[in-house]
T-cell receptor, first 110, second 112 residues
Framework: DAKTTQPTSMDCAEGRAANLPCNHS???????VYWYRQIHSQGPQYIIH???NNETNEMASLIITEDRKSSTLILPHATLRDTAVYYC???????????FGTGTRLQVFP | DAMVIQNPRYQVTQFGKPVTLSCSQT?????MYWYQQKSSQAPKLLFH???????NEADTPDNFQSRRPNTSFCFLDIRSPGLGDAAMYLC???????????FGPGTRLLVL
């Protein structure tokens, strides 16, 4: 399974966009990029996933580079409740499990 | 709202005393997963059920067992908990193995 590299931690001011990068340089053509987040002492929460095209839902946007070697999760207007660990996961289409990396700890401050 | 439910949220057991954690779902999903998450670490898959078919991860200790009596419920049994088994245990479900997984709130296990 392709590995991912994420910054250990990031800060973001409330109301500003939070841009969380993820490198996955060994991704294969049919592997999906998934994003989950985990707020302290809660279960991981699905955010978004994509294959090649950029994706947007009510929570976030996912921007995948053309070569698919990296992606960025965008929270357009961060709130204090977005403080969490964000996991970027590369998942093969035949993969029946999620392999979590170390994630990025996002701290949103007032 | 359809959801994944784990009770209790906190469970205390004694060293060596069997303990069972429970998970239920109202999503009618075919697959149910159990993950272990130790302090300051990422979740790690222990095993999963696809319908009635049990799939164990190669490095899951024998001390951990699971039962799925019906579509809605899945149990994690720890036969003889050790201090190293103290962790958050997360249940997740998906419609099929290739689709998005949805997690419950977790049960935090403390072993005394």
């Amino acid at each position: 399974d392709a590995k991912t590299t994420q910054p250990t931690s990031m800060d973001c001011a409330e109301g500003r966009a939070a841009n969380l990068p993820c490198n996955h340089s060994t991704i294969s053509g049919n592997e999906y990029v998934y994003w989950y987040r985990q707020i302290h002492s809660q279960g991981p929460q699905y955010i978004i996933h994509g294959l090649k095209n950029n994706e947007t839902n009510e929570m976030a946007s996912l921007i995948i580079t053309e070569d698919r070697k990296s992606s960025t999760l965008i929270l357009p207007h961060a709130t204090l409740r977005d403080t969490a660990v964000y996991y970027c996961i590369v998942r093969p289409p035949s993969g029946d499990k999620l392999i979590f990396g170390t994630g990025t700890r996002l701290q949103v401050f007032p | 709202d359809a959801m994944v439910i784990q009770n209790p949220r906190y469970q205390v057991t004694q060293f060596g005393k069997p303990v069972t954690l429970s998970c239920s779902q109202t999503l009618n999903h075919n697959v149910m997963y159990w993950y272990q998450q130790k302090s300051s670490q990422a979740p790690k898959l222990l095993f999963h059920y696809y319908d009635k078919d049990f799939n164990n991860e190669a490095d899951t200790p024998d001390n951990f067992q699971s039962r799925r009596p019906n579509t809605s419920f899945c149990f994690l049994d720890i036969r003889s908990p050790g201090l190293g088994d103290a962790a958050m245990y997360l249940c997740a479900t998906s419609r099929d193995p290739l689709e998005t997984q949805y997690f419950g709130p977790g049960t935090r296990l403390l072993v005394l």
